[in-house]
C-alpha cells in the first residue's frame, strides 16, 4: 500500500467530494462519447514524471503528463510506450480515450500498457488498481476497465506504464498500388496503412530484419521511402481487420480513408455510424457507471458506448 | 476400510493433473471420478480418511482401464499400476468386484488343454452363427485347427501364453520364423507356462495371480534363457513377477523377460544380413500397446523393427493413448471402451495407413472389431521375409 | 415421465454401500434431492452426478486447500446446458461454481457452501479457426495445448503457455488471466483474449468484447478476464492467434552463483532486448528435473537460465549473441544453445515438469507466485534462501525470472508433525517480503481462497472497494464462485448463497 505523493493528494482535494467534475487534458479528444455536461467542473491532473526505471522497463507519471514530453524523456534511454502521441494530448487523456497508436501493430494496444492507477473515486477517495510490478494477476482487473472508460468511473492521477525499447531502426516507406495484404509476411511491420491504393509501411526492428523487409517489399514493387504517416482524415472508424482489409469507401460513404491493416482502425473523413451494441452490453455499462459513480458526478455527459 | 497401498506411493500424488489429457476414461467423459488424480484421491480417502466404500467409488475404479497411460505421463513418478491393482486386489477380497462368473471365466485361462478345447468349441459357434461376435468383442474368425507348435533350437524361450495361443497361433508361429531367420532357435512355452495372470491381476485375483506367477516361474527354470513374449500385456505382467512376489528369484526371473521387438531391435542387422529384403509396398500405422508404451515403455521398437520391411511406417498423433481393449475390459465395460476406440479409429484414418501393426492380442481383437486391418509387427516383418525369399 | 425422472434423480444422488445401510454416506439431504431432480429435468442424467465420489472430487483442484464442498455437479455440453443449470441454482437460491480442470493453484476451483458445480470438460470443442481476422472461437473446457495443437497447420499459435497447458483448459486460463513463459514478450491471456461469451448469474448470456480492434463501452472482457469465476461463466472464448515465429533460439545458460544468473536477468532486460521467455531454476530444482526428464541441465550448476529468443533470423542471432556476452560477463559457466528442434524441446521438457518433479523430493508441495521488480531478484533470492533456512524447510526455485516472477516451491511431507505450520509461516514471510520490495501477491494463480485475507496487505480498504464494486456490477448477488478472491469483510453481503451445513466425515 502507497502513500500517496503531494501532487496527487492534492488532484484529490481538487476533485472534491461533491459536483459534477471532469479532467481536462489535452482536449485533443475532447468530444469522444459526448459533450461535457454544462456546469461540469474542469480540474487538471497533476503533470511530471514520478519515476522512470529502464531497466523495469516501467515509468510512473502524473496523468497530466503531455504524453510527447514523456516520450521525449524515455527517448533518451531508447525507450516509449504504447501510448499515441499527438501535440497537447496527456497520459491521462490517452489511457481514457482508449484508442490506440497508429503503430499497434508494433506496440500493442494502450489497454495492455497500464501497469497501476492511482484515481480519485467518485467519493473524493483515492484508490490504487493494479501493482508495481510487469506481471499482476491479484483481484480484479480494474485497470483494463479503467482504459478507455473516458473518467467516467474514476479519475486518473498517477499511473504506471510499461515501456518497450525503441526499434533499432525505423523505416517508413510506401508502396505504391499494392493489395495490402501482401505485407503480412513483413514481420518488423509496426504500422500498415492502406488508403484503398498505396501501402504505406513503418518498418520498426534490428536493422538487419528492417533491411530483410525491405528487400521483401521491394520485391512486391515499387517501394520508395517517406518522411512519416500520412495525414489521417479526421473520423476515427472502428471495425474488425477484416472490415478494414476489405474497407470501401463508397459503401460506408466515408469518403477517402485510411485504413490500419491488421488492426481494424479506419480513417475516414465521415463520421462512423452507431455500432450496435448488444442490450446486454448496454445493461451491464450501466451498472457499472452505477456502481462506480452512484452519484453520476465523474464526467457527466460523456459515456464510452457512445464512442465510435 | 484399509486398501492395504503403500502409504508413500498413494502421498506420491501431488494432484497436479497432468495426467488428465493422458487418460482414455476421462478424455471421454470428462468427470473426476474416470481420471487418474481423481481414483487417487478416492483411495486415499478411503485408505487414510476411512471415506465409506460407495458404488460410485466402485465404478469410478471398475472404469479403469489400466492403461498406465496416466503413469508414463505423471512428472512425479506416481506408480498408478501398483495403486490400482492394490485397490481392485482388496476389493475383489472385500467381494465388492469381479463377480463370479468373471472368476470362474479366469480360471479356464489356467487349465490350456480345457481351453484349447473350448476355443475349438467357440469357433464352431462362431462358425455357425451361433455366437453374436460383434457384440461380445470376438473375432469374425477363428481357427478350427491349430498348426502344432515346434521347437527349433535352445536359445530363447517364446512365451505362448493363454487365450492368444489358442485364439491366434499364427503369430506365434510367424514370430517363430523371423526369430529363426535371424539365427535364432526357439522353443515354445506351451503347456510349461499355461497364462501369465495379467488378466488375474487386473481383476484384482491377487492370490491367484501369485500362484499363476509361480507355476510359470518352475516351468521355465532351471536355464537362464531369455524369454520373449510377442504379447505386450503377457510381457508387462512377467517383467512385473518381481515385485508381485517380491523374492529375488522372482527379480531374476524378470530380469530374463523381453518383449520380443525390443530384444529384435538390438539384432536387426543380424537379421537384414540373412536375407536381402524389398520392403512392403504399404503404409502401416503403429498403434502402441499401453503395456508395451505405458508399462514396459519399450514400444520404440516396434517401428525399429517394422522400419527395414514395411516402406511407409507411421506414428499416430494420439500420444499414445490407450485403444480401449484393455484386458477383459471390452466385455466389461463395452460402452467406454468402444467410446474409446472410437478415438483411436479417428487417429488411424487420419494417419492415411491402410493397415495396423499392433504387438498386443487384446488390441488387435478389439481394434479388428471395429473393422480395420489389425496385423501383429512380426507377421508383416515375416510376409517381408518371405515374399523376399521366393 | 415423472417415475422414469424420478429413477434418474436416485441414479444421480448415488448410491449407498451396497449391502451396508449403516455407513456415514453424506448429506445428499431433501433440498439437494429436488435440486438434483430439477437439474436432471434440465440437463439429463448423464449430464448431472450427485454421488459422494464426485463431489469430493470436485471439491478440490491442485492447491493445497482441502476444505471445498461442492453441491452437484454438472457436466453442460453446450451454453444452453450451463444456462439451465444457472438457472435451477437460481431457483434454488444456490451458487453456482465453474471449474476446468482443477489445475488452479490457488482453490479457485474449489467450490465453498455447497455451490452446483459446473464441469466444463465436455464443452472442449474449437468452433472456428478465422484467420483473417486473426481469431479462434474455442469453448472453455478446450485444453490449452490441444489449441495450439490445432492450429499448428496454420502457422499461428495461442501465446500463453501455462506450465500446466497440457492439461489446463481456456475457461481457466481466462478466468485466472494466466501466463507462462512465452508471456513476457507476449503478455498474459488478457491480452489474447478478444471476446468472451458469458453466462451470467441472472441467467442471462451476454458477449463481452468483439473481433473489433476496440469494442464499444467499458472494457468489459478486459474486466471479466482473471475475474476467477466470480463473474460469470465462460462458455466461448475468441483468442488472438500469434504468429509464428520465423526463427527461435533457445538458450540454457549456467552459473556458479544464483546471484550471478539473477544479475544476468536484470543485465538483459537493461540492454533493451525482450526474449521471448527467460526462466531460472536453482541446483535443486535442476536436480530434480534431471532426474525426472533427462533434459540435459547441469547438476553442477548453482542456477540455469533458460533464455529463448524469437522473431526473423537476423535480431534472432544477435539477440542471441548479446545475451550470450551478458551472462559471459556475469560470470556464466557455460551457455549452450539448442542446435535443433528436438533439443530445445528437451530443454522445455525440463522446464515445463518441473512442478511435478518436485515431487521426488518430498510428496508435497506449496508453491507460492508472488511478482517482486525484476532488478532486485538478486536481493528478493537471498532472503527466501535465509527464510526457508530459518524454518528448517527446502526450497526449490524455478520461475518467470524475466518478469520477476517468483514460484519458490516449499517441499515438506505433511506427515511430520509440526511441518505444515513451518510451511506456513515461511510462506507468509515470503509473501510479505515480496511485498515489501514493491511486489505483487501473485503473477499468474490467481487468489482463490488461498490470498484472499492477503489482500488487505497489498491494497487498502478503498481498493478493495473498487475491486469489489468490479465484481458487483457483473454478480450483483454474488451468486459466481462466491467466497474466493475478496477478503471476507469486502465480499458480498449476500453469502446466503453459500451453505452453512458442512457435513460431517470426509464425503461431506
Ligand atoms: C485529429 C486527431 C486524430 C487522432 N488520431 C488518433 C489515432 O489515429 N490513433 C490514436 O490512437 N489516437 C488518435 N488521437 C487521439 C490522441 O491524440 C490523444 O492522445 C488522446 O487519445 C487524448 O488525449 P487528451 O489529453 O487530449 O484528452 P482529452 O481530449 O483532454 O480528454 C479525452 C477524455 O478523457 C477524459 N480525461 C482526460 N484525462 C483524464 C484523466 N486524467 N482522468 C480521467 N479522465 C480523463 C476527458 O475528460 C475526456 O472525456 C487523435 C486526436 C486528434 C485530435
Ligand atoms: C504443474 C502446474 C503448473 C502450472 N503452471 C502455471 C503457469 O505456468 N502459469 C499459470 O498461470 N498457471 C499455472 N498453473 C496454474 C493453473 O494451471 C492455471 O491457473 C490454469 O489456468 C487453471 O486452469 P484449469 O482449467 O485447471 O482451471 P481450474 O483450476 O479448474 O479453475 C481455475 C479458476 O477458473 C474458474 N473457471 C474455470 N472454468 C471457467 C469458465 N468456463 N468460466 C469462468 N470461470 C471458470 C474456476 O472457477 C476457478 O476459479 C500451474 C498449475 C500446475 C498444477
Ligand atoms: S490406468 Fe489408464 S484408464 Fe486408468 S486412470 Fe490411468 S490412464 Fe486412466
Ligand atoms: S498422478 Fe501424477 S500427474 Fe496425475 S495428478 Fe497425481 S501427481 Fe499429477
Same mark, same amino acid.
Given at each position: 500500500?502507497?502513500?500517496?505523493?503531494?501532487?496527487?493528494?492534492?488532484?484529490?482535494?481538487?476533485?472534491?467530494?461533491?459536483?459534477?467534475?471532469?479532467?481536462?487534458?489535452?482536449?485533443?479528444?475532447?468530444? @469522444?462519447?459526448?459533450?461535457?455536461?454544462?456546469?461540469?467542473?474542469?480540474?487538471?491532473?497533476?503533470?511530471?514524471?514520478?519515476?522512470?526505471?529502464?531497466?523495469?522497463?516501467?515509468?510512473?507519471?502524473?496523468?497530466?503528463?503531455? !504524453?510527447?514530453?514523456?516520450?521525449?524523456? @524515455?527517448?533518451?534511454?531508447?525507450?516509449?510506450?504504447?501510448?499515441?502521441?499527438?501535440?497537447?494530448?496527456?497520459?491521462?487523456?490517452?489511457?481514457?480515450?482508449?484508442?490506440?497508436?497508429?503503430?499497434? @501493430?508494433?506496440?500493442?494496444? !494502450?489497454?495492455?500498457?497500464?501497469?497501476?492507477?492511482?484515481?480519485?473515486?467518485?467519493?473524493?477517495?483515492?484508490?490504487?488498481?493494479?501493482?508495481?510490478?510487469?506481471?499482476?494477476?491479484?483481484?480484479?482487473?480494474?485497470?483494463?476497465?479503467?482504459?478507455?472508460?473516458?473518467?467516467?468511473?474514476?479519475?486518473?492521477?498517477?499511473?504506471?506504464?510499461?515501456?518497450?525499447?525503441?526499434?533499432?531502426?525505423?523505416?517508413?516507406?510506401?508502396?505504391?498500388?499494392?493489395?495490402?495484404?501482401? !505485407?503480412?509476411?513483413?514481420?518488423?511491420?509496426?504500422?500498415?496503412?492502406?488508403?484503398?491504393?498505396?501501402? @504505406?509501411?513503418?518498418?520498426?526492428?534490428?536493422?538487419?530484419?528492417?533491411?530483410?523487409?525491405?528487400?521483401?517489399?521491394?520485391?512486391?514493387?515499387?517501394?520508395?521511402? !517517406?518522411?512519416?504517416?500520412?495525414?489521417?482524415?479526421?473520423?476515427?472508424?472502428?471495425?474488425?481487420?477484416?472490415?478494414?482489409?476489405?474497407?470501401?469507401?463508397?459503401?460506408?460513404?466515408?469518403?477517402?480513408?485510411?485504413?490500419?491493416?491488421?488492426?481494424?482502425?479506419?480513417?475516414?473523413?465521415?463520421?462512423?455510424?452507431?455500432?450496435?451494441?448488444?442490450?446486454?452490453?448496454?445493461?451491464?455499462?450501466?451498472?457499472?457507471?452505477?456502481?462506480?459513480?452512484?452519484?453520476?458526478?465523474?464526467?457527466?455527459?460523456?459515456?464510452?458506448?457512445?464512442?465510435? | 476400510?484399509?486398501?492395504?497401498?503403500?502409504?508413500?506411493?498413494?502421498?506420491?500424488?501431488?494432484?497436479?493433473?497432468?495426467?488428465?489429457?493422458?487418460?482414455?476414461?476421462?478424455?471421454?467423459?470428462?468427470?473426476?471420478?474416470?481420471?487418474?488424480?481423481?481414483?487417487?484421491?478416492?483411495?486415499?480417502?478411503?485408505?487414510?480418511?476411512?471415506?465409506? /466404500?460407495?458404488?460410485?467409488?466402485?465404478?469410478?475404479?471398475?472404469?479403469?482401464?489400466?492403461?498406465?497411460?496416466?503413469?508414463?505421463?505423471?512428472? *512425479?513418478?506416481?506408480?498408478?499400476?501398483?495403486?490400482?491393482?492394490?485397490?481392485?486386489?482388496?476389493?475383489?477380497?472385500?467381494?465388492?468386484?469381479?463377480?463370479?462368473?468373471?472368476?470362474?471365466?479366469?480360471?479356464?485361462?489356467?487349465?490350456?488343454?480345457?481351453?484349447?478345447?473350448?476355443?475349438?468349441?467357440?469357433?464352431?459357434?462362431?462358425?455357425?452363427?451361433?455366437?453374436?461376435?460383434?457384440?461380445?468383442?470376438?473375432?469374425?474368425?477363428?481357427?478350427?485347427?491349430?498348426?502344432?507348435?515346434?521347437?527349433?533350437?535352445?536359445?530363447?524361450?517364446?512365451?505362448?501364453?493363454?487365450?492368444?495361443?489358442?485364439?491366434?497361433?499364427?503369430?506365434?508361429?510367424?514370430?517363430?520364423?523371423?526369430?529363426?531367420?535371424?539365427?535364432?532357435?526357439?522353443?515354445?512355452?506351451?503347456?510349461?507356462?499355461?497364462?501369465? %495372470?495379467?488378466?488375474?491381476?487386473?481383476?484384482?485375483?491377487?492370490?491367484?495371480?501369485?500362484?499363476?506367477?509361480?507355476?510359470?516361474?518352475?516351468?521355465?527354470?532351471?536355464?537362464?534363457?531369455?524369454?520373449?513374449?510377442?504379447?505386450?500385456?503377457?510381457?508387462?505382467?512377467?517383467?512385473?513377477? %518381481?515385485?508381485?512376489?517380491?523374492?529375488?528369484?522372482?527379480?531374476?526371473?524378470?530380469?530374463?523377460?523381453?518383449? /520380443?521387438?525390443?530384444?529384435?531391435?538390438?539384432?536387426?542387422?543380424?537379421?537384414?544380413?540373412?536375407? &536381402? /529384403?524389398?520392403?512392403?509396398?504399404?503404409?502401416?500405422? /503403429?498403434?502402441?500397446?499401453?503395456?508395451?508404451?505405458?508399462?514396459?515403455?519399450?514400444?520404440?521398437?516396434?517401428?525399429?523393427?517394422?522400419? &527395414?520391411?514395411?516402406?511407409?511406417?507411421?506414428?499416430?498423433?494420439?500420444?499414445?493413448?490407450?485403444?480401449?481393449? %484393455?484386458?477383459?475390459?471390452?466385455?466389461?465395460?463395452?460402452?467406454?471402451?468402444?467410446?474409446?476406440?472410437?478415438?483411436?479409429?479417428?487417429?488411424?484414418?487420419? *494417419?492415411?495407413?491402410?493397415?495396423?501393426?499392433?504387438?498386443?492380442?487384446?488390441?488387435?481383437?478389439?481394434?479388428?472389431?471395429?473393422?480395420?486391418?489389425?496385423?501383429?509387427?512380426?507377421?508383416?516383418?515375416?510376409?517381408?521375409?518371405?515374399?523376399?525369399?521366393? | 415421465?415423472?417415475?422414469?425422472?424420478?429413477?434418474?434423480?436416485?441414479?444421480?444422488?448415488?448410491?449407498?454401500?451396497?449391502?451396508?445401510?449403516?455407513?456415514?454416506?453424506?448429506?445428499?439431504?431433501?433440498?439437494?434431492?429436488?435440486?438434483?431432480?430439477?437439474?436432471?429435468?434440465?440437463?439429463?442424467?448423464?449430464?448431472?452426478?450427485?454421488?459422494?465420489?464426485?463431489?469430493?472430487?470436485?471439491?478440490?483442484?491442485?492447491?493445497?486447500?482441502?476444505?471445498?464442498?461442492?453441491?452437484?455437479?454438472?457436466?453442460?455440453?453446450?451454453?444452453?446446458?450451463?444456462?439451465?443449470?444457472?438457472?435451477?441454482?437460481?431457483?434454488?437460491?444456490?451458487?453456482?461454481?465453474?471449474?476446468?480442470?482443477?489445475?488452479?493453484?490457488?482453490? +479457485?476451483?474449489?467450490?465453498?457452501?455447497?455451490?452446483?458445480?459446473?464441469?466444463?470438460?465436455?464443452?472442449?470443442?474449437?468452433?472456428?479457426?478465422?484467420?483473417?481476422?486473426?481469431? #479462434?472461437?474455442?469453448?472453455?473446457?478446450?485444453?490449452?495445448?490441444?489449441?495450439?495443437?490445432?492450429?499448428?497447420?496454420?502457422?499461428?499459435?495461442?501465446?500463453?503457455?501455462?506450465?500446466?497447458? #497440457?492439461?489446463?483448459?481456456?475457461?481457466?486460463?481466462?478466468?485466472?488471466?494466466?501466463?507462462?513463459?512465452?508471456?513476457?514478450?507476449?503478455?498474459?491471456?488478457?491480452?489474447?483474449?478478444?471476446?468472451?461469451?458469458?453466462?451470467?448469474?441472472?441467467?442471462?448470456?451476454?458477449?463481452?468484447?468483439?473481433?473489433?480492434?476496440?469494442?464499444?463501452?467499458?472494457?468489459?472482457? +478486459?474486466?471479466?478476464?482473471?475475474?476467477?469465476?466470480? =463473474?460469470?461463466?465462460?462458455?466461448?472464448?475468441?483468442?488472438?492467434?500469434?504468429?509464428?515465429?520465423?526463427?527461435?533460439?533457445?538458450?540454457?545458460?549456467?552459473?556458479?552463483?544464483?546471484?550471478?544468473?539473477?544479475?544476468?536477468?536484470?543485465?538483459?532486460?537493461?540492454?533493451?532486448?525482450?526474449?521471448?521467455?527467460?526462466?531460472? $531454476?536453482?541446483?535443486? =530444482?535442476?536436480?530434480?528435473?534431471?532426474?525426472?526428464?533427462?533434459?540435459?541441465?547441469?547438476?553442477?550448476?548453482?542456477?540455469?537460465?533458460?533464455?529463448?529468443?524469437?522473431?526473423?533470423?537476423?535480431?534472432?542471432?544477435?539477440?542471441?549473441?548479446?545475451?550470450?556476452?551478458?551472462?559471459?560477463?556475469?560470470?556464466?559457466?557455460?551457455?549452450?544453445?539448442?542446435?535443433?528442434?528436438?533439443?530445445?524441446?528437451?530443454?522445455?521438457?525440463?522446464?515445463?515438469?518441473?512442478?511435478?518433479?518436485?515431487?521426488?523430493? $518430498?510428496?508435497?508441495?506449496?508453491?507460492?507466485?508472488?511478482?517482486?521488480?525484476?532488478?532486485?531478484?538478486?536481493?528478493?533470492?537471498?532472503?527466501?534462501?535465509?527464510?526457508?533456512?530459518?524454518?528448517?524447510?527446502?526450497?526449490?526455485?524455478?520461475?518467470?525470472?524475466?518478469?520477476?516472477?517468483?514460484?519458490?516451491?516449499?517441499?515438506?511431507?505433511?506427515?511430520?508433525?509440526?511441518?505444515?505450520?513451518?510451511?506456513?509461516?515461511?510462506?507468509?514471510?515470503?509473501?510479505? $517480503?515480496?511485498?515489501?520490495?514493491?511486489?505483487?501477491?501473485? +503473477?499468474?494463480?490467481?487468489?482463490?481462497?488461498?490470498?484472499?485475507?492477503?489482500?488487505?496487505?497489498?491494497?487498502?480498504?478503498?481498493?478493495?472497494?473498487?475491486?469489489?464494486?468490479?465484481?458487483?456490477?457483473?454478480?450483483?448477488?454474488?451468486?459466481?464462485?462466491?467466497?474466493?478472491?475478496?477478503?471476507?469483510?469486502?465480499?458480498?453481503?449476500?453469502?446466503?448463497?453459500?451453505?452453512?451445513?458442512?457435513?460431517?466425515?470426509?464425503?461431506?
Amino acid at each position: 500500500m502507497a502513500d500517496f505523493d503531494e501532487a496527487l493528494t492534492a488532484f484529490a482535494a481538487e476533485v472534491g467530494t461533491d459536483g459534477p467534475v471532469c479532467v481536462r487534458g489535452g482536449r485533443t479528444r475532447w468530444s @469522444l462519447g459526448g459533450e461535457a455536461s454544462p456546469g461540469t467542473r474542469e480540474v487538471q491532473a497533476p503533470e511530471g514524471i514520478v519515476a522512470f526505471e529502464p531497466a523495469e522497463m516501467t515509468v510512473r507519471v502524473r496523468a497530466g503528463t503531455p !504524453v510527447a514530453a514523456l516520450h521525449e524523456e @524515455l527517448a533518451a534511454d531508447g525507450q516509449r510506450t504504447a501510448l499515441p502521441e499527438r501535440a497537447g494530448g496527456t497520459v491521462g487523456g490517452a489511457l481514457m480515450a482508449g484508442e490506440s497508436s497508429i503503430a499497434r @501493430l508494433g506496440l500493442g494496444p !494502450v489497454r495492455d500498457a497500464l501497469l497501476q492507477a492511482r484515481y480519485v473515486c467518485a467519493d473524493g477517495r483515492i484508490a490504487s488498481a493494479g501493482a508495481g510490478t510487469v506481471k499482476n494477476v491479484s483481484g480484479f482487473d480494474l485497470c483494463r476497465l479503467l482504459v478507455g472508460s473516458l473518467g467516467t468511473l474514476g479519475l486518473v492521477g498517477e499511473v504506471l506504464l510499461r515501456t518497450f525499447p525503441v526499434g533499432e531502426a525505423e523505416r517508413w516507406v510506401r508502396l505504391a498500388g499494392t493489395d495490402p495484404g501482401a !505485407v503480412r509476411s513483413c514481420y518488423t511491420a509496426a504500422s500498415v496503412l492502406w488508403d484503398g491504393t498505396d501501402v @504505406l509501411i513503418l518498418l520498426s526492428g534490428y536493422a538487419v530484419d528492417v533491411d530483410d523487409d525491405l528487400s521483401r517489399l521491394a520485391a512486391l514493387g515499387n517501394c520508395e521511402d !517517406v518522411d512519416g504517416p500520412p495525414e489521417l482524415p479526421p473520423h476515427r472508424w472502428v471495425c474488425t481487420p477484416a472490415e478494414a482489409a476489405a474497407f470501401d469507401a463508397r459503401n460506408g460513404a466515408a469518403g477517402p480513408f485510411v485504413a490500419e491493416i491488421g488492426v481494424g482502425v479506419v480513417h475516414a473523413s465521415q463520421p462512423q455510424p452507431p455500432r450496435p451494441v448488444e442490450p446486454g452490453v448496454v445493461e451491464l455499462n450501466r451498472r457499472f457507471k452505477e456502481r462506480f459513480d452512484p452519484p453520476g458526478r465523474l464526467n457527466p455527459g460523456r459515456d464510452p458506448l457512445r464512442k465510435p | 476400510m484399509h486398501l492395504g497401498l503403500d502409504d508413500d506411493e498413494l502421498v506420491a500424488c501431488v494432484a497436479c493433473g497432468l495426467c488428465l489429457p493422458h487418460c482414455p476414461t476421462f478424455v471421454i467423459t470428462g468427470r473426476d471420478t474416470e481420471s487418474p488424480r481423481g481414483r487417487i484421491a478416492l483411495m486415499r480417502a478411503v485408505q487414510n480418511e476411512g471415506a465409506p /466404500v460407495t458404488d460410485d467409488l466402485i465404478r469410478s475404479m471398475e472404469t479403469c482401464v489400466q492403461c498406465r497411460g496416466c503413469e508414463t505421463a505423471c512428472p *512425479s513418478a506416481v506408480p498408478f499400476g501398483h495403486l490400482m491393482e492394490g485397490t481392485r486386489a482388496a476389493l475383489a477380497g472385500a467381494g465388492r468386484i469381479t463377480p463370479r462368473w468373471q472368476r470362474l471365466a479366469l480360471r479356464m485361462l489356467r487349465h490350456r488343454q480345457l481351453l484349447l478345447a473350448g476355443s475349438t468349441l467357440l469357433a464352431l459357434a462362431i462358425r455357425l452363427r451361433l455366437v453374436p461376435t460383434r457384440r461380445l468383442g470376438l473375432p469374425a474368425r477363428m481357427p478350427l485347427r491349430r498348426p502344432p507348435l515346434r521347437t527349433s533350437g535352445g536359445d530363447v524361450w517364446l512365451f505362448t501364453g493363454c487365450v492368444m495361443d489358442a485364439w491366434q497361433r499364427d503369430v506365434h508361429l510367424a514370430v517363430q520364423r523371423v526369430l529363426e531367420a535371424a539365427g535364432v532357435g526357439v522353443e515354445p512355452t506351451g503347456g510349461a507356462a499355461p497364462c501369465c %495372470g495379467a488378466l488375474h491381476i487386473h481383476a484384482g485375483l491377487e492370490a491367484e495371480t501369485k500362484a499363476m506367477a509361480r507355476r510359470v516361474m518352475d516351468g521355465l527354470s532351471g536355464d537362464d534363457r531369455p524369454i520373449l513374449v510377442d504379447a505386450a500385456g503377457c510381457g508387462a505382467s512377467l517383467k512385473d513377477y %518381481g515385485h508381485l512376489l517380491g523374492t529375488d528369484e522372482a527379480r531374476a526371473f524378470s530380469a530374463r523377460v523381453f518383449d /520380443v521387438h525390443e530384444w529384435l531391435a538390438g539384432r536387426l542387422d543380424e537379421l537384414k544380413s540373412r536375407t &536381402p /529384403v524389398e520392403p512392403l509396398d504399404m503404409t502401416v500405422a /503403429v498403434q502402441d500397446p499401453c503395456h508395451l508404451r505405458h508399462v514396459q515403455r519399450a514400444h520404440q521398437a516396434v517401428p525399429a523393427v517394422l522400419g &527395414p520391411f514395411v516402406a511407409n511406417v507411421v506414428a499416430l498423433d494420439d500420444d499414445g493413448l490407450c485403444c480401449g481393449a %484393455g484386458g477383459a475390459y471390452s466385455v466389461m465395460e463395452p460402452e467406454l471402451s468402444t467410446a474409446i476406440r472410437e478415438r483411436k479409429t479417428a487417429a488411424v484414418a487420419r *494417419s492415411g495407413a491402410t493397415v495396423v501393426a499392433s504387438a498386443n492380442p487384446g488390441c488387435s481383437l478389439h481394434l479388428a472389431a471395429a473393422g480395420l486391418d489389425v496385423r501383429h509387427p512380426l507377421e508383416l516383418v515375416d510376409q517381408a521375409l518371405s515374399a523376399s525369399r521366393r | 415421465m415423472a417415475r422414469t425422472l424420478a429413477a434418474a434423480t436416485r441414479r444421480v444422488l448415488g448410491s449407498r454401500r451396497r449391502g451396508d445401510r449403516s455407513a456415514a454416506v453424506p448429506a445428499t439431504d431433501d433440498t439437494d434431492a429436488a435440486l438434483v431432480a430439477d437439474l436432471v429435468e434440465a440437463i439429463g442424467a448423464d449430464r448431472v452426478r450427485a454421488d459422494a465420489a464426485a463431489r469430493y472430487l470436485a471439491s478440490r483442484d491442485a492447491s493445497i486447500y482441502k476444505e471445498g464442498n461442492a453441491g452437484p455437479v454438472c457436466y453442460p455440453g453446450s451454453t444452453a446446458d450451463v444456462v439451465a443449470c444457472v438457472e435451477v441454482a437460481a431457483r434454488h437460491g444456490r451458487a453456482v461454481s465453474p471449474r476446468g480442470a482443477g489445475t488452479g493453484l490457488a482453490g +479457485g476451483a474449489a467450490p465453498l457452501g455447497q455451490p452446483v458445480v459446473l464441469s466444463m470438460t465436455r464443452m472442449d470443442r474449437l468452433l472456428e479457426i478465422d484467420l483473417d481476422n486473426g481469431v #479462434a472461437w474455442v469453448q472453455p473446457g478446450m485444453v490449452n495445448l490441444d489449441l495450439s495443437r490445432a492450429l499448428a497447420p496454420h502457422g499461428v499459435h495461442y501465446a500463453p503457455d501455462p506450465s500446466s497447458q #497440457a492439461a489446463c483448459t481456456i475457461g481457466g486460463n481466462v478466468a485466472n488471466n494466466s501466463g507462462g513463459p512465452h508471456c513476457l514478450a507476449y503478455g498474459v491471456t488478457s491480452a489474447h483474449v478478444l471476446a468472451v461469451e458469458v453466462v451470467m448469474s441472472d441467467a442471462s448470456v451476454v458477449t463481452l468484447g468483439d473481433l473489433t480492434a476496440e469494442p464499444p463501452g467499458y472494457d468489459l472482457r +478486459g474486466a471479466f478476464v482473471g475475474s476467477e469465476g466470480m =463473474c460469470g461463466i465462460a462458455t466461448a472464448v475468441a483468442v488472438r492467434l500469434t504468429r509464428n515465429p520465423p526463427a527461435v533460439r533457445t538458450m540454457l545458460l549456467s552459473f556458479d552463483d544464483v546471484s550471478d544468473a539473477a544479475a544476468t536477468v536484470s543485465a538483459i532486460i537493461a540492454a533493451g532486448i525482450v526474449p521471448a521467455a527467460i526462466e531460472m $531454476m536453482d541446483q535443486r =530444482c535442476v536436480t530434480a528435473v534431471e532426474d525426472f526428464a533427462q533434459a540435459g541441465y547441469p547438476r553442477d550448476a548453482a542456477a540455469v537460465l533458460l533464455v529463448e529468443v524469437d522473431g526473423p533470423a537476423g535480431g534472432v542471432a544477435i539477440a542471441g549473441e548479446r545475451v550470450a556476452d551478458i551472462a559471459r560477463r556475469n560470470q556464466a559457466i557455460s551457455a549452450r544453445t539448442a542446435a535443433d528442434d528436438d533439443e530445445r524441446a528437451r530443454l522445455w521438457k525440463g522446464r515445463k515438469s518441473a512442478f511435478g518433479a518436485v515431487a521426488n523430493v $518430498m510428496p508435497d508441495y506449496y508453491l507460492h507466485d508472488t511478482v517482486v521488480p525484476r532488478t532486485r531478484l538478486v536481493e528478493v533470492l537471498e532472503r527466501i534462501y535465509e527464510i526457508v533456512d530459518r524454518h528448517d524447510l527446502i526450497v526449490l526455485n524455478v520461475f518467470h525470472a524475466g518478469d520477476g516472477n517468483l514460484h519458490p516451491i516449499l517441499a515438506y511431507d505433511s506427515r511430520v508433525p509440526g511441518t505444515g505450520e513451518r510451511v506456513q509461516a515461511a510462506g507468509r514471510e515470503i509473501i510479505e $517480503m515480496s511485498l515489501d520490495m514493491g511486489g505483487a501477491l501473485t +503473477g499468474e494463480h490467481g487468489i482463490g481462497v488461498e490470498k484472499r485475507e492477503y489482500m488487505d496487505r497489498m491494497f487498502s480498504a478503498v481498493d478493495l472497494d473498487q475491486q469489489s464494486r468490479l465484481r458487483a456490477s457483473f454478480d450483483p448477488h454474488c451468486r459466481m464462485n462466491p467466497g474466493k478472491v475478496l477478503p471476507s469483510a469486502h465480499s458480498c453481503s449476500d453469502i446466503g448463497a453459500l451453505r452453512a451445513s458442512d457435513a460431517a466425515g470426509v464425503w461431506g
